[in-house]
């Protein structure tokens, strides 16, 4: 859903009981080039309650990449071996606010519109350096490629919420409808000049120029029911709408040295319109017999996708109608109620997305090109979990241990096929394979102290990928953890880390990752009103995304890496008064007169 970047804040105020105002004020940077500030408010009067909230941010961050490919065909250029060297910059500034209202009817019925508007900018850069060798890993060329975007883009949102209470405690009904619109146009340039081993006159450079208008109106309808069944049971049922169409138009123009003049490519270029209604309803049961409980449910969804490639005269017109039950089941063991049991089973669906279906030829990188697929059915997964827990209460410590199967049919993923010709690999999303996993999670968490915590999580995990031409499969395991330490003086640090095995993919793995971060905070004034915080994200600067990819054609490794080792600066300032009388009027007090004086008695009158 479209939404702006920044938060808000509505603090719901109990009518009569927390009339008043509350302000926040929230300004941070970090030494990677990030600067950030925010103001969020509300003010609860008695049957109204205004909110607010303003923010802006601006970003300079860079970044590396780095690729090795060996061809095990020769293309027509006798290219065996390939590497590409890479550093990108991203700047990015945005600012948007969301404001709002609500109106407390009566005690049962709560009305509540806002609107949020919000406006980006960004320009990027990458430089690219390319290397062609033959079999001998003697260089054949190599090039230099510089990529350049401007990119705007507008959000705003309108909603609208209703909110209804029973006599009857817990019972409640909420309906909610939103329309969000968001436009973005960008303007990018590719130039690639390219020198051959051997010859000292440069050949002309490739100069692409691009255009791209995008346009998203989505509407989303929801309407929830929740009433309470005898002593423990519960029943929820609701249904939702949501309506999304894109408008896509992308204009690539090649340089023609011989015409001194861009000219529109038709294998590049893209218009493209797209659908997507989606219409859902559900509903759970929960109750309890005895240590036993359970709850029940059932989701149906009914899906259309449409889009139409006028460029390529190609469409997407997929209807499909899914049925997700779910069954939960709790148990606490009768001597000891602070140890439970829970089975649950659950189905899920990953619907393709507007990129992955677009027909579109991303060719920001010469050597992978990158498209989508029309043909992109959904995934269908289904998962099964086994857990026990124990919580002891006179230490505050908890253990939870589980046990998991999941399985996911027409596994969307991406794929890279190599042109034995040309030498470009071109990446598409497919409905791979039938994805398996089974695994187990142990976690603990330990108060040694009152000032001092330790949590951690260790997961093993069994993963397959298996179709008609592919097959892989693997054991991977993670580790989690942190530490906190709450120290005198209102002053708190906690340590964190985790590590993560090598995991598969369809084509390979995606590398080991591993890293550390460390936070402190302070809290200041009586009221706790001023907190400065100092975090230093990925210690040992060891946070990267590499991959290796093995083929009949091809054997790749990449590595990429971005500003992860930094420090960052916060601080909050929070103010504000809660008075039930705060914006009643307060009357005039009167001076008292003297009262007259009372004629003696036997005096004369006038």
Do not use: C
């Not at 062609?132 to 705007?152: A, F, P, T, V």
């Amino acid at each position: 859903e479209a939404n702006g970047s920044g938060g808000i804040i509505n603090i719901v105020l109990k009518k009569d009981k927390a009339i008043g105002y509350n302000v926040m004020f929230n300004l941070g940077g970090a030494t990677r080039g990030e600067g950030y500030g925010s103001v969020n408010a509300n003010m609860r009067m008695k049957r109204l309650n205004f909110f607010g909230n303003y923010n802006t941010r601006y970003s300079d961050t860079h970044g590396s990449g780095y690729s090795y490919r060996q061809n095990l065909v020769g293309d027509s250029s006798n290219t065996w071996f390939f590497s590409q060297d890479s550093k990108n910059e991203n700047r990015n500034y945005n600012n948007g606010g969301h404001f709002g209202m609500d109106f407390y009817m009566d005690d049962h019925n709560t009305f509540t519109i806002s609107e949020g508007l919000n406006y980006n900018h960004s320009r990027n850069g990458d430089h690219i350096f390319l290397d062609y060798l033959d079999q001998k890993q003697e260089i054949l060329r190599n090039g230099e490629r510089n990529n350049s975007s401007n990119n705007h883009s507008n959000n705003n949102n309108t909603n609208f919420n209703y909110k209804h209470t029973f006599d009857k405690p817990n019972q409640e009904l909420t309906a909610y409808v939103s329309y969000s619109k968001n436009g973005s146009n960008n303007v990018s340039d590719y130039n690639t000049q390219y020198r051959y081993t051997g010859v000292d006159t440069l050949p002309n450079a490739d100069m692409q120029n691009n255009r791209s208008n995008n346009g998203n109106r989505f509407w989303n309808m929801q309407s929830d029911y929740t009433s309470p069944i005898g002593k423990k049971g519960k029943l929820e049922a609701g249904v939702k709408a949501t309506m999304r169409h894109i408008d896509n138009d992308y204009i690539a123009s090649l340089y023609d040295w011989s015409l001194k003049d861009y000219e529109i490519s038709t294998r590049l270029s893209n218009k493209y319109n797209y659908d997507e209604d989606i219409v859902a309803g559900y509903f759970n049961f929960a109750n309890a017999i005895g240590n036993l409980g359970y709850q029940v449910g059932v989701r149906a969804e009914q899906s259309h996708l449409k889009g139409y490639s006028f460029t390529t005269a190609t469409k997407v017109n997929n209807h499909f109608f899914n049925l997700f039950p779910s069954i939960f089941l709790k148990y606490n063991l009768p001597k000891n109620q602070n140890q439970s049991l829970v089975i649950n089973y659950s189905t899920r669906i990953d619907r393709p997305n507007f990129d992955e279906l677009l027909p579109y030829i991303n060719n920001s990188d010469p050597q992978n090109i990158r498209t989508g697929n029309p043909e992109l059915q959904p995934s269908l997964s289904h998962k099964v979990e086994l857990s026990y827990s124990v919580y002891y209460p006179q230490t505050n410590n908890y253990f939870s241990t589980s046990t998991y199967y999941d399985q996911s049919n027409d596994d969307i993923d991406r794929i890279s096929t190599l042109d034995t010709i040309t030498g470009v690999t071109t990446t598409m999303p497919m409905n791979l394979a039938t994805q398996q996993k089974v695994g187990a999670n142990l976690s603990y968490s330990l108060h040694l102290n009152k000032w001092w915590k330790i949590w951690a999580n260790v997961n093993a995990e069994y993963n397959k990928l298996s179709s008609a031409r592919i097959n892989n499969e693997n054991i991977s395991y993670g580790l989690n953890g942190n530490t906190q330490f709450r120290l005198p003086g209102r002053f708190s640090i906690e340590l964190g880390g985790h590590v993560r095995s090598p995991r598969i993919q369809p084509q390979g793995t995606f590398k080991a990752m591993n890293g550390m971060d460390l936070g402190m905070r302070k809290e200041f004034l009586k009221t706790r009103a001023l907190v400065v915080s100092v975090n230093i994200s990925d210690i040992l600067n060891t946070q990267q995304f590499s991959s290796h990819y093995e083929t009949s054609t091809f054997i790749q490794d990449y590595d990429r890496k971005r500003a992860t080792r930094f420090l960052r600066l916060n601080v909050r300032y929070r103010f504000g008064k809660m008075d039930p009388n705060l914006f009643k009027k307060k009357k005039p007090v009167e001076e008292e007169q003297p009262e007259e004086e009372k004629p003696r008695e036997g005096a004369g009158r006038l």
